[in-house]
């Protein structure tokens, strides 16, 4: 199975910006629908933002739109995530998933089988 690693949290305050990063090996991602989720303390895991298998459709989060940008790049096995005018309640560990049943241009929020291990973000106020 593929192993997807994520790598770029951190500590910053309000306002700032932070890219993550979701590194794949032992596989391809080019046939998964790629995304991040992310659950903050105490809280569920909820859905951030989803990239189609080719890129060419993306879907956000209501409470990201306009701040966060999700990007791939299938010939480095590679998926992004950057988040601009961050808040206290972006908090939380980020998941990068993907999901290896999808068909051309689905953007689907649910039913990911494969997970990274997370990585934390923590926003000051």
């Known amino acids: 199975q593929v192993q997807l690693v994520e790598s770029g949290g951190g500590l910053v305050q309000t306002g700032d910006s932070l890219r993550l990063s979701c590194t794949a090996s032992g596989g391809t991602i080019s046939r998964s629908a790629m995304a991040w989720f992310r659950q903050g303390a105490g809280k569920e895991r909820e859905f951030v933002a989803v990239?189609?298998?080719?890129?060419?459709?993306?879907d956000y989060a209501d409470s990201v739109k306009g701040r966060f940008t999700i990007s791939r790049d299938n010939a480095k096995n590679t998926v992004t995530l950057n988040m601009n005018r961050l808040e206290p309640e972006d908090t939380a560990v980020y998941y990068c998933?993907?999901?290896?049943?999808?068909?051309?241009?689905?953007?689907?929020?649910?039913?990911?089988?494969?997970w990274g291990p997370g990585t934390l973000v923590t926003v000051s106020s």
């Open positions: 990239i189609s298998m080719a890129g060419t459709v993306r």
């Open positions: 998933a993907a999901r290896s049943r999808t068909v051309t241009g689905a953007v689907p929020k649910s039913g990911f089988d494969n």
